[in-house]
């Protein structure tokens, strides 16, 4: 095999390799057959670390992509049953980080199966998905922002009363809201100031970025494109990326939360976090002034008590 048809596989997806065959290289880029398809590698082998870097056929990388989503998707399940919310957090974080990493991997395809395995359990414990939304976490990035997002959207529509289909897909627009962000430059993700004006511009076309994806994707798409489009157009016009009126219902709905959680978040680098009322104040201002909608500041305001 050439370097080029293979792909290094990481040691956590090893155990899921049994249907597939493994490389490793024997010296010099000369690539050998490690483990055959049909074949595990042994327990004993891999807790001794016995084991070296191994690769994939380039052709097995959505197989793997999408099982190890779904081998994710049963720790979840047994993380909320035993109630240990760190552990949700961690692997949700897992989860959406290989997501975000590569979006177009095949594991964007299987995130409904795990929106609804955390819609089905905490559908009756809103106050769970608001704790797990509260936890701090020692690096803030896009994937604990989109997190945190994602569990505030949730409760806000358990609170206003959302049919179950409803609430599966803004929770997903809600979660991926920011996918776009994996098309643009680490250097102005990271800034330590200020963006420049065209650096911000560069930024703003993460919502068409964004778009683009889920397009490209093979989820039910309507609402979610709408959350990922639409979040940062404000009902004055005055929003980007369009300069839109007619914001769809999910938008607006991102439109709150996701400031929200910026405000709110500790964890945020260069910007001292606010308490929630003083958070909420500041929206409300927003509010006032016709940018985002009232009835649902209103009833996301009531979803945090």
């Known amino acids: 095999m050439n370097i080029s048809d293979l792909e290094e596989i990481k040691e956590s997806q090893l155990p899921l390799t049994k249907n597939m065959n493994l490389y490793f290289d024997s010296g010099n880029n000369q690539f ?7 074949k595990l590698i042994s327990d004993i082998r891999l807790d001794s670390k016995r084991v070296p870097i191994l ?36 692997i949700l974080v897992q989860i959406v980080e290989d997501v975000m990493t590569e979006p177009r991997s095949g594991a964007l395809d299987v995130m409904p199966e795990t929106m609804d395995i955390l819609i089905k359990n905490y559908v ?28 505030y959207s949730i409760v806000y529509c358990i609170h206003a009363g959302y049919s179950l289909e409803d609430t599966l897909n803004i929770g997903l627009g809600s979660l991926f809201h920011d996918i776009g962000k994996t098309q643009i430059s680490s250097r102005i993700l990271r800034a330590p100031r200020k963006l420049s004006p065209e650096e911000f511009e560069i930024m703003k076309s993460h919502t068409t970025k964004g778009y683009d994806l889920i397009l490209d994707s093979n989820l039910d798409k309507k609402m979610i494109q709408a959350a990922v489009l639409h979040h940062h157009e404000k009902l004055d016009g005055s929003g980007y990326p ?7 219902e999910c938008g607006q709905i991102l ?11 500790e964890s945020r680098p260069y910007r001292n976090s606010m308490k929630p009322i003083e958070a909420l104040t500041v929206i409300k201002s927003d509010v006032e002034k016709e940018k985002l909608n009232k009835k649902i500041f209103e009833k996301f305001a009531y979803s945090l008590v």
């Not at 050998?32 to 049909?38: D, E, I, Q």
């Not at 081998?71 to 049953?81: A, C, F, G, W």
């Open 124 to 151: 009756d414990q809103p106050q769970n998905l608001r704790a797990l939304a509260q936890l701090s976490f020692k690096d803030y990035t896009t994937s604990i922002h989109s997190i945190n997002v994602m569990a």
């Open 32 to 38: 050998v057959l490690y483990k055959p398809a049909g």
């Open 242 to 248: 369009n300069n839109i009126f007619d914001v769809s």
């Open 255 to 265: 439109g709150v939360i996701d400031c929200y959680e910026a405000l709110t978040n």
């Open 55 to 90: 690769y994939i056929d380039v052709k097995d990388k959505k197989k793997m992509a999408i099982l190890a989503q779904r081998y994710y998707n049963r720790v979840l399940e047994k993380s909320i049953k035993n109630g240990n919310l760190n552990q949700v957090r961690n």
